[in-house]
């Protein structure tokens, strides 16, 4: 540490500094972006966001003015960081930083993409997934859903957050183990595929309930009688009562789709950390967007997101002799595409992100 580092340390940055003042110095440190500073404390965070996504539309249409959206775009975030209560003591890619820098994702895509081997500690329990996987087939020739919304059911697997390969694996689980009970942590497409499955093959006796802060989406897959089926909790899953979890029994599902990120306070560490080790032996656990490798596509790291939860995930599963994996979707169509695509084409070209899991003892 230089000299005097550590007494600046304590002043600089402090989030007792007031918020104005703090935005003030680092914009002036940085020069021209002082400028930007000037006309964005204009701009409160959600009209910055609206104005943004203006401007990347009118972008989109005219090349020409993408270099102003990107500067844009980067003063907004400079600005929203700058004022943060919270603002980081280190940069993206630090050694200290939870985030990666573009240099890190360009390192990472070297090995990004690489399934397990399973060699790593967990175990990929393959014949399992193998005969789990005949059963589940069976059910093929009777999925309901539609590319397109039809209107005869709530689920269409031409969507942005459930691929057709998700939605079979979970109506064919419920199929085979016919849960009384779904929570589901999260909620949207997937939530739709619970009750239609629940309707049309499991005459309603299925309880459901989901749990979701932001629950917009799966009310706009609704029907007006669904409302008195299900029971939606608007809430952060923190924050509910975690006895909901103690009333899930052997053949019971937990549907966690939540934030994808392990932090301070967060749905991710509080589900790993309370629930899980709560729940009885026989109850099957869900996980979305893990793919074979345990990694994220490079995309969404280029993106800007910064997701963690598969690496929580497979530590968690290493040695672990509490919990067994039940089937493993991109795994599968990773090591038996041909079997696959025979049985259940939709499963083989749109295998999604989802892993099962099964509490054992």
């Not at 064919?172 to 009970?181: E, G, L, T």
Request: contains cysteine; charged residues 20%.
């Amino acid at each position: 540490m230089l000299p005097g580092a550590a007494a600046r340390g304590r002043h600089e940055g402090s989030p007792h500094e007031p918020t104005e003042r703090r935005a003030s110095r680092l914009f002036s440190a940085k020069g021209s972006l002082g400028f930007g500073y000037h006309v964005l404390t204009k701009i409160d965070s959600r009209k910055g966001d609206d104005t943004l996504s203006r401007l990347s539309l009118t972008a989109k249409s005219n090349p020409a003015l993408r270099p102003i959206y990107e500067v844009g775009k980067t003063l907004v975030n400079l600005l929203r960081s700058a004022t943060s209560p919270s603002l980081l003591a280190y940069p993206a890619g630090h050694f200290s930083s939870p985030l990666p820098s573009r240099r890190d994702i360009k390192m990472y895509k070297a090995k990004a993409g690489r399934p397990d081997s399973g060699d790593s500690g967990v175990n990929l329990n393959q014949a399992k997934q193998l005969q789990l996987y005949y059963e589940l087939a069976k059910f093929y020739p009777d999925f309901p859903f539609p590319k397109k919304p039809e209107g005869a059911t709530r689920f269409y697997y031409d969507n942005l957050y459930f691929t057709a390969g998700d939605a079979f694996t979970l109506y064919s689980i419920m199929r085979h183990f016919r849960p009384k009970r779904i929570v589901e942590v999260g909620s949207g497409y997937s939530s739709a595929v619970m009750l239609d499955t629940n309707e049309i093959f499991l005459q309603n006796s299925v309880s459901t309930l989901f749990i979701d802060p932001f629950p917009e989406r799966l009310r706009s897959l609704l029907r007006e009688s669904d409302l008195k089926k299900c029971t939606i909790i608007p809430s952060n899953v923190q924050d509910v009562d975690i006895r909901i979890f103690d009333n899930l029994e052997a053949g019971d599902i937990l549907f966690i789709d939540a934030s994808h990120v392990a932090k301070v306070g967060s749905d991710v560490v509080y589900l790993f950390f309370e629930v899980l080790p709560r729940l009885k032996p026989g109850v099957l656990i869900h996980f979305h967007d893990i793919l074979s490798s345990f990694e994220y596509p490079v995309g969404w790291y280029e993106e800007g997101y910064a997701y963690n939860e598969a690496y929580v995930l497979r530590a968690f599963l290493q040695y672990n002799s509490a919990f067994e994996i039940v089937f493993f979707t991109s795994w599968m169509t990773e090591f038996h595409q041909a079997e696959l695509a025979k049985q259940t084409p939709l499963l083989a070209s749109q295998s999604g992100g989802s892993i099962w899991l099964r509490r054992t003892s």
